[in-house]
């Protein structure tokens, strides 16, 4: 049991290392970030990721596309932006210090995702 505590423990140490190099890469790029939030198991998280997938390739230049899964630990991130439910989906600006939360109708509607990613500067 203690062994089993003891890798839990390293593997949440890493996710949440390697969650904060990603973050300080991509604000490296000067881009937004788009930070999708998902648990595992979650079926709406399932059906959207296929959806953010489709405009990935689009809006490459545009935006860094992150995804954390928040099954077995919160980050500072997600603490931060207050995330209770997954899918959440959040634009950083760093930047600016600027961001927003996309609305769970919208984030589940292609065309009203295309044109937030779209109109968002």
Known sequence: MKKFLISLFLILL????A????YIQASKQNKPIVILFVMTGCS?????????????????TKYIFVEENITYSVSAVAQRLNVNMAPSLFILEPKKNKVREMRYECMMNIQ??????????
Do not use: R, V
């Not at 044109?115 to 968002?120: M, P, R």
């Open 14 to 17: 890493i996710t949440t290392k």
């Open 112 to 121: 009203c995702l295309d044109g937030a990613l779209k109109s968002y500067k």
């Open 44 to 60: 709406a998280c399932k059906q959207f990721k296929p959806l953010l997938n489709q405009f990935k390739p689009k809006y490459a």
């Open 19 to 22: 969650s904060a190099i990603t």
